[in-house]
């Protein structure tokens, strides 16, 4: 299990409880280097936690290649998604669960963020935003 100074590196000591938890839901090859990959990957975001550890879940070596090569890895990501629909990246990110709790919290903040990791446009994050909030 990774250390807490590790976790304090990206997130406040009372978070450290919540992102232990989090990061001990994968418990698979090369464990320590995945959790300290899914560390750097959320950016201090715990909904980025519980992203990246749903995403290692399914295999551990695209959390891997992320952290390791990101640019590499940002321009895959980028052809594989670019002719999707918003509807088509936010179920291919597994982000359709956090994109619902956003508008039902009328957190823009968070949806936005959520519309960022989608690639979208500051345009299109601004209609997608106008549209959930009737702003």
């Known amino acids: 299990m990774i ?18 938890g989090l990061l001990s839901k994968y418990k698979g090859n090369e464990e320590s280097r995945v959790q300290k990959a899914i560390l ?3 950016k201090g975001s715990i909904d980025g936690i519980k992203y990246q550890v ?7 070596r695209d959390i891997l290649y992320w952290s390791e090569h990101p640019d ?13 629909t918003v509807n088509e990246r936010l179920f291919h990110l597994n982000l359709f669960e956090y994109f619902d709790t956003a508008v ?5 903040a968070k949806l936005r963020e959520l519309l960022k990791k989608c690639l979208l446009s500051n345009e299109d994050i601004d209609a997608i935003v106008k549209s959930e909030f009737n702003t």
Do not use: H, S, W
């Open 3 to 20: 250390e807490n100074i590790e976790i304090r590196k990206y997130f406040p000591e009372k978070d450290v409880p919540t992102i232990k």
């Open 40 to 42: 750097e990957l959320a």
């Open 54 to 60: 749903e995403c290692a879940l399914k295999d551990y």
């Open 72 to 84: 590499e890895a940002e321009e895959g990501f980028k052809r594989q998604i670019g002719g999707m």
């Open 104 to 108: 039902t919290e009328k957190n823009e």
